[in-house]
């Protein structure tokens, strides 16, 4: 048989793991914390259960496959339902508005509470939906880097609607241009930080994301957030694959233009012994799930590095506060944005001022709402999610304590409260831990950002160049960050693995 090696089991590693073992190889997982999932991992404080990155499920159909591919059903491993209530929506002077899934309810609700026809709403998700099927045949479920993309009978449809991809105006000013009321460009605004973008600088293109929520759905899995790695390191497991925690890769070894195997940092176990990972390893290909920049930098450092790539600004971060509740709250739902008053000023900060704003959009989001064993009685577990620039070594302690305030000062002027009475625990995870827990650089959340036209080529190949037996998935690859997309890297990736 012959052997695979993966480094990292976040959530593209488990699927590369998963497809790969399908393709009759002996695959190795290996992972530097002590748990799997990378940012798709979960923790517990108090009684109150916390999904530590990701919190919004799309494209469930992406998880589905990966048990289908293996003969499994589904159900069997892994169960969600798709949500009837997308997000709450809160803004300062009182306004609120829930955001139903059903898209007629949606539409009603944007013209009685914002004044926006719902006619234009409506066609405004449509054209999504249009460019969301130009763009998934063109850039998702292919390398960008091999000619045979460029093509084919999909590709040539593809081409023919380029123009309705907007990729010469930014999505402000698309969104401007269709809608009467600043707040409706705001809530459309606000997708593209679901790639941490800047609304203001990426193009129009990424008008695609509301498509996602609003014609395809959100999802919730029963289980949490977390449940979407540990059903499919279940199923990994089930299929032969062999996962190796505290393991951290120390080098990709490399004789010409192949990889010849890994070495391993020393560890040691409770005991003080080092671990037995020393010596170095040797496998037929090895898939790297470590960001695309640190593994060049730390694992490569002796190959060409593409610097071009490895330079490009990386996405926005985030400064995330999980707060144990001892309180329950009837008008939050499970996704809740409180608003800020200034939007462009917000990202102004963000990607030009590299700082935290004042007044941030604050977004929270509560799984009790869906799972009540999430937090104790009465209680309600919340992680709050502020937008932060990417790590350039920032006075990081100056700005948690001032975005704290912040945050503290405007969720409790919305809802009637002063919420530090009710806080009974509180851990924090910021842009340096998110790099120092799961080696992305700079703590982007979703690697390079979409900021320019552009983006989608400057994104890293799914294989190497270099070296014949190397390939790379994940958020820091193409064809980008966010569950779905680190899932379809993975699928990318292996479909140009010979079996
Ligand atoms: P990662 O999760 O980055 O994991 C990489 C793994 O590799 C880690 O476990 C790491 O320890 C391991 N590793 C790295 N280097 C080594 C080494 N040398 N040796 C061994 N192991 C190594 N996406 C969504 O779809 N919806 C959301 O709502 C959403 N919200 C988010 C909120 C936050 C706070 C964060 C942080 C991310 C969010 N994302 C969201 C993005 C999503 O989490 C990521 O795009 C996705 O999980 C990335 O998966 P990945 O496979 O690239 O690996």
Redesign the pocket.
């Known amino acids: 048989k012959k052997t695979a090696a993966i ?9 590369s793991a998963v497809r790969l073992a399908n393709q009759g190889y002996d695959v190795h997982v ?4 002590s748990y ?6 979960s923790f517990e404080v108090k009684g109150y259960r916390f999904d ?7 494209m469930p159909h992406l998880v589905d496959e990966l048990f289908r591919l293996s003969g499994k059903d589904p159900q069997a491993y892994f169960d969600y339902i798709r949500l009837d209530e997308v997000c709450r929506y809160f803004w300062d002077d009182g306004v609120r508005l829930t955001a139903q899934a059903d898209r007629q309810a949606f539409a009603r609700e944007m013209e009685e509470k914002l004044g926006e026809p719902a006619a234009h709403v409506l066609a405004y998700l449509q054209d999504s939906a249009v460019k969301y099927n130009v763009t998934e045949k063109l850039f998702l479920h292919r390398s960008l880097h091999k000619l045979g993309t460029y093509f084919n009978r999909d590709a040539f449809k593809g081409y023919a609607n380029m123009h309705r991809l907007d990729a010469f105006t930014t999505m402000n000013r698309a969104n401007e241009r269709r809608f009467q009321q600043p707040r409706v460009v705001q809530l459309f605004n606000r997708y593209a930080t ?1 790639n941490g973008s800047d609304p203001y600088q990426t193009p129009a293109t990424m008008n695609i994301i509301p498509h996602l929520e609003y014609n395809i759905g959100a999802f919730f899995p029963k289980k949490g ?1 977390v449940d979407i790695t540990e059903s499919l390191v279940k199923l990994a497991e089930d299929l032969g694959v062999k996962f190796y925690f505290n ?4 080098k990709i070894e490399t004789s010409e233009n192949r990889v010849t195997g890994l070495t391993f ?1 020393p560890t040691a176990d409770r005991s003080g012994r080092r671990s037995s990972f020393l010596a170095p390893r040797s496998f037929d290909i090895v898939v790297s ?3 695309v920049v ?2 060049f930098r ?2 490569l450092p002796d190959a060409k590095q593409p610097e071009r790539i490895l330079r490009q600004p990386k996405s926005s ?2 400064l ?1 506060f999980y707060w144990g509740v001892k309180k329950s709250f009837s008008e939050l739902g499970l996704h809740n944005i409180l608003f800020s008053n200034d939007y462009r000023a917000e990202f102004e900060h963000l990607f030009h001022q590299k700082t935290m704003y004042s007044d941030p959009t604050v977004y929270l989001n509560i799984t009790s709402k869906h799972k009540p064993d999430d937090a104790p009685d009465g209680g309600e577990n919340w992680f709050i ?1 502020v937008n932060a620039p990417n790590n350039e070594g920032q006075d990081w302690e100056a700005l948690i304590a001032q975005s704290r305030k912040d945050v503290m000062k405007k969720v409790s002027k919305t809802l009637g409260v002063n919420i530090a009475d009710h806080i009974e625990c509180e851990e924090i ?1 910021d842009p340096r831990s ?1 790099e120092s ?4 650089s700079q703590g982007a ?3 390079n950002s979409s900021n320019n036209r552009f983006a989608a080529f400057l994104r890293h190949a799914n294989f190497s160049r270099e070296f014949k037996n190397l390939y790379f ?4 690859v193409h064809p980008g ?6 899932i379809l ?1 993975a699928k990318i990736a292996t479909d140009l693995i010979d079996s």
């Not at 290996?30 to 914390?33: C, H, I, L, R």
């Open positions: 480094i990292g089991a976040g959530i593209a590693g488990i699927a290996f992972e530097a914390n799997p999932g990378g940012k798709l991992s530590a990155g990701p919190s919004l499920f799309t679901y957030m393991t951290k890769v120390a940092e799930n470590m960001d640190n593994t730390k694992l971060s985030a995330i999610l995870l998110i827990k799961t080696s992305s959340l979703y690697g998935v994940g958020g820091s960050g966010g569950i779905p997309l680190a890297s």
